[in-house]
C-alpha cells in the first residue's frame, strides 16, 4: 500500500502570493497607510468587542461590520477573552481578512508562532501535564524540531494500516446507526461519529487499541471533549441564555483539575498499550516519556478528534441534505467509476476522484475547522494587502480570520457560494495555494521549518475516504442540520 507523501519545503515568503485575479503593485510603490480602527478605553473597549463576539453580533458578522465600517481587510480591534479574570491577556489584535495580507502568518521570518494558539490566552498547562506542546513551540526552538519529527514519522508508519482500520471502526458507526435509524425512525450521529474517531485515531495516532478498555472505547470521546471544552469555552460561543453565558463561561478561565481524572485515564491508557510509539519517541527523537505522551494526546485530542468532530459534521449534513441530491448523485457515480463496487477503498483510489477533493476542499475553504490563526510579529515589519501597505511593530499580534479570507473575491470567484467543483481542472488546481486552512498552503508541505500541521494531507485523505465510504455504502441518504439521519437506501 503506498504512504501518504509528507515531504519537507523551505519556508514560505508572503511576497510570493499573487491572487490569480489581481495585477498587485509592489511593496515599494503601494502607499503607507496607518492601520484604521482603535482599541477602544482601556478595560471598556475591549469588553465591548468581547459583547459584540459573543453576544451581539457572530463572529463572523464581528469581523465584517468592522471590515466595512473602516473599508479596510486589514484594521485593529480587540479579541476575547478579556475583563475581568484574564490577568495576562492583551486582546489586542490586527485583523487580516484578505489571502495577500494573510499569507504573513505563515512568513516565519517576520513572526513567531510561541504559545499564541488561540490568540494572546494560552490555557493553563497543567492541561497537558505542564508541558508545552508542540503546537506551542516556535520553529526556532529546538524542541520543535523534535516533536515535528516524531508527529510526521507517527503518520508515515501507521499509513500502512490506515486503510483496514479506517474500515473496522467506520463498519461499527453505521451498524449503531442503522440499528438505532430501524428501532427509532432516526439516528443522532454525533456520538457514533466521535466515538468512531476518537477510536481510529488513538490506534493510528498512538497504536493504542481501544478495544483493551472498555471504558476508553467507550467513553474516551466524552472525556476527550470535557478537556477540550475547558480549554477553549472562553474563546467560544456557546448559544445558551445571555447574559449567562458572559457571566459564567466568558468571564474566566476554567480549572484543568475538573477534567483531570477522565485525562490521567487517557493518559495511564496511552502509557499501557502505546508503549511501542511512546518508546520510538524517547528513543529516536529524544523526548522523555512524559513529553511523548502529552504531545500524543494533544495530537489525538486536539488535532485529531477535535479537527474531525467539528469538520465531519458539515460535510455529513452538506451530502445529506434534501438541497444536494445531485450533487450527492455526481459524487456518488465518481467514487463507484473510481473505486468499483466489490474491491477495497484506498488511497490510490481515493486520489483519482476529483471532484470529491474538490468537495473536501471547498469545504476546508468555506468552513474552515478552525477559523482564526494567530502569529506575533518577530520584528518592525512592513505588511501589505492590495492597495496599500502597514508598518506592523515587533510583539503586535496578527489575527487571521479564515473565514473571510477564504472567501477574498479576488481570489475566488462566487466566494460566499459553495461550489463542489471549484477545485477540479487545472484553473481550480491553481487555487490549492490559497486555500489556508492548515496554517499554510495547501500546496506546501509540513516540515520542522514550519508550523504547517503535520497531518495536512491525512486530514485531506481521510476527510475523501469517509464521504467516498458513505456514498459506496448508500444509494441515498437524508442528514438534518442536527446530525441525524432520517433515511438511508442501502447500496443494492
Not at 84 to 108: E, M, Q, R, T, Y
Not at 277 to 293: A, H, N
Amino acid at each position: 500500500m503506498a504512504t501518504m507523501a509528507i515531504t519537507s519545503s523551505p519556508r514560505m515568503s508572503s511576497s510570493s502570493v499573487t491572487p490569480p485575479n489581481v495585477v498587485s503593485p509592489t511593496p515599494s510603490v503601494l502607499p503607507l497607510k496607518a492601520i484604521p480602527g482603535s482599541y477602544g478605553l482601556p478595560l471598556i473597549g475591549p469588553f465591548l468587542d468581547r459583547l459584540d463576539y459573543f453576544w451581539f453580533q457572530s463572529q463572523e458578522t464581528f469581523f465584517r461590520k468592522r471590515s466595512e465600517k473602516y473599508k479596510s481587510t486589514v484594521f485593529r480591534t480587540n479579541i476575547p477573552p478579556a475583563f475581568p479574570f484574564f490577568p495576562g491577556v492583551n486582546p489586542h489584535v490586527i485583523a487580516v481578512l484578505d489571502c495577500k495580507s494573510f499569507s504573513h502568518l505563515f512568513d516565519l521570518d517576520l513572526v513567531e508562532k510561541k504559545n499564541n494558539l488561540i490568540g494572546d490566552f494560552m490555557p493553563s498547562l497543567r492541561f497537558t501535564g505542564n508541558i508545552r506542546v508542540g503546537v506551542y513551540l516556535d520553529p526556532s526552538e529546538p524542541q520543535h524540531t523534535q516533536v515535528k519529527n516524531f508527529t510526521l514519522d507517527i503518520l508515515k508508519r501507521s499509513s500502512s494500516v490506515w486503510i483496514p482500520e479506517f474500515i473496522s471502526n467506520v463498519d461499527v458507526m453505521w451498524t449503531t446507526v442503522e440499528k438505532d435509524l430501524s428501532k427509532n425512525g432516526s439516528s443522532n450521529l454525533l456520538v457514533p461519529l466521535q466515538r468512531f474517531i476518537c477510536r481510529f485515531f488513538t490506534k493510528i495516532i498512538a497504536g493504542a487499541d481501544t478495544a483493551n478498555s472498555s471504558e476508553i472505547a467507550d467513553k474516551g470521546f466524552g472525556y476527550l471533549d470535557s478537556w477540550l471544552a475547558l480549554q477553549l469555552i472562553p474563546t467560544q460561543k456557546i448559544g445558551i441564555l445571555q447574559p449567562l453565558e458572559e457571566i459564567f463561561l466568558h468571564s474566566f478561565a476554567f480549572p484543568s483539575i475538573l477534567v483531570r481524572s477522565g485525562y490521567q485515564k487517557l493518559y495511564d491508557f496511552l502509557k499501557k498499550e502505546g508503549r511501542e510509539v511512546i518508546q520510538r519517541g524517547e528513543t529516536d527523537f529524544g523526548l522523555s516519556e512524559e513529553e511523548t505522551i502529552h504531545n500524543l494526546l494533544f495530537i489525538l485530542g486536539f488535532n485529531a478528534f477535535g479537527g474531525f468532530s467539528v469538520f465531519l459534521p458539515g460535510l455529513i449534513t452538506r451530502l445529506g441534505s434534501t438541497d444536494e441530491t445531485e450533487l450527492q448523485n455526481k459524487l456518488r457515480k465518481e467514487v463507484r467509476e473510481k473505486s468499483g463496487s466489490t474491491q477495497q477503498l484506498s488511497f490510490e483510489s481515493v486520489r483519482e476522484m476529483e471532484l470529491v477533493q474538490s468537495f473536501v476542499y471547498e469545504a476546508l475553504r468555506y468552513s474552515p475547522p478552525v477559523p482564526c490563526q494567530y502569529a506575533r510579529a518577530r520584528k518592525d515589519f512592513t505588511l501589505t494587502s492590495y492597495d496599500a501597505s502597514y508598518e506592523i511593530k515587533k510583539g503586535e499580534l496578527l489575527c487571521g480570520y479564515q473565514v473571510l479570507a477564504m472567501r477574498d473575491p479576488k481570489v475566488f470567484d462566487d466566494p460566499e457560494s459553495f461550489k463542489a467543483d471549484r477545485f477540479t481542472g487545472e484553473k481550480g488546481r491553481e487555487l490549492l495555494k490559497y486555500l489556508y486552512w492548515s496554517n499554510g498552503p495547501q500546496t506546501g508541505s509540513p516540515s520542522t521549518s514550519n508550523k504547517q500541521c503535520a497531518g495536512k494531507d491525512a486530514v485531506v485523505l481521510t476527510a475523501c475516504l469517509f464521504v467516498a465510504d458513505l456514498l459506496r455504502r448508500y444509494d441515498s441518504f437524508t442528514c438534518s442540520s442536527s446530525l441525524s439521519i432520517t433515511a438511508v437506501d442501502k447500496a443494492k
